[in-house]
Antibody
């Protein structure tokens, strides 16, 4: 069965960096676009970034462009999000989600359980 | 403020039919398909409806979606207590620097 397991969240000071990971299993990882989506405490969902199956196409939300970098290692079935220059407003649970691109870029058919990132001094 | 507009709350009694609206624009819902996600308390979101009106395997046919112009709707018939959750619509938006996924602000459904 499809499994997505995020890790790497934690408490970081403003201006600091953090790297999130998402370990995928139960499907051919290299065939799928992957996404990061976040949810601030008590708030709604916000899409962060996607990366194509080969890694050649990447897209970011304006709110993170220039600060976050998405990447993947298909040999390790893993997705990453390098987050730099973190701000208080980046505090959120970060979900990785598989993209069902055959339908649309906004179709996410499997989600991980999320990892909490807290940016605070 | 979300690009897609949803009512913040909705409610119904068991067995009732409720609808949740999602309003967008020509750059998102007007030219792209809509997906709906259900988020039960304390859990990750789950795909509920894709491509405007398609249900993934395992989603009861009590859930249905529709789209007209720049708006979409999620309908839940035969409301059950386990339907109490947050519901989000989502679509691709072509207007923002190469495109972006946009979500509605979410609708909290209460089963009375």
């Amino acid at each position: 069965q499809v499994q997505l397991v995020e890790s790497g969240g934690g408490l970081v000071k403003p201006g600091g960096s953090l790297r999130l990971s998402c370990a995928a299993s139960g499907f051919t990882f290299s065939d799928y676009y992957m996404n990061w989506i976040r949810q601030a405490p008590g708030k709604g969902l916000e899409w962060v970034s996607y990366i194509s199956s080969s890694g050649s196409t990447i897209c970011y939300a304006d709110s993170v462009k220039g600060r976050f970098t998405i990447s993947r290692d298909n040999a390790k079935n893993s997705l990453y999000l390098q987050m730099n220059s973190l701000r208080a407003e980046d505090t959120a649970v970060y979900f990785c989600a598989r993209g069902a691109m055959a339908y649309s870029k906004s179709t996410f058919d499997y989600w991980g359980q999320g990892t909490l990132v807290t940016v605070s001094s | 403020q979300s690009v897609l507009t949803q009512p913040p709350s909705a409610s119904g009694t068991p067995g009732q039919r409720v609808t949740i609206s999602c309003s967008g624009s020509s750059s998102n819902i007007g030219r792209n398909t809509v997906n709906w996600y259900q988020q039960l308390p304390g859990t990750a979101p789950k795909l509920l409806i894709y491509t405007n009106n398609q249900r993934p395997s395992g989603v009861p046919d009590r859930f249905s979606g529709s789209k007209s112009g720049t708006s979409a709707s999620l309908a839940i018939s035969g409301l059950q207590s386990e339907d109490e959750a947050d519901y989000y619509c989502a679509a691709w938006d072509d207007s923002l620097n190469g495109g972006n996924v946009v979500f509605g602000g979410g609708t909290k459904l209460t089963v009375l």
